[in-house]
Nanobody
Framework: QVQLVESGGGLVQAGGSLRLSCAASGRTFSAYAMNWFRQAPGKERELVATITRNGDPTRYAESVKGRFTISRDNAKNTVYLQMNSLKPEDSAVYYC?????WGQGTQVTVSS
């Protein structure tokens, strides 16, 4: 049984930072590329960032390049999303994913 559990969301002012974490269990974590998605109300789910099995390379949506950083710690079975210079338009539920597996999501709200 694969489990992905996100944490680290919350309410932050524009320009602030948050660090999301996603803890994985049930599979060999290091064998999979990992993704962060987000979904705002009334919008489609959007791929935010991807990291390969060994951490390099990484890819980002244009809207977050230069502000967000995805990383992973295979020893801890955890993937991270460091989010800096947050904007109100970054407000969404953030999900981690690999393959068919999704976490429950963590809410990020950025106030203006």
């Amino acid at each position: 049984q694969v489990q992905l559990v996100e944490s680290g969301g919350g309410l932050v002012q524009a320009g602030g930072s948050l660090r999301l974490s996603c803890a994985a269990s049930g599979r060999t974590f290091s064998a999979y590329a990992m993704n962060w998605f987000r979904q705002a109300p009334g919008k489609e789910r959007e791929l935010v960032a991807t990291i390969t099995r060994n951490g390099d390379p990484t890819r980002y949506a244009e809207s977050v390049k230069g502000r967000f950083t995805i990383s992973r710690d295979n020893a801890k079975n955890t993937v991270y999303l460091q989010m800096n210079s947050l904007k109100p338009e970054d407000s969404a539920v953030y999900y981690c994913n690999f393959g068919y597996y999704w976490g429950q999501g963590t809410q990020v709200t950025v106030s203006s």
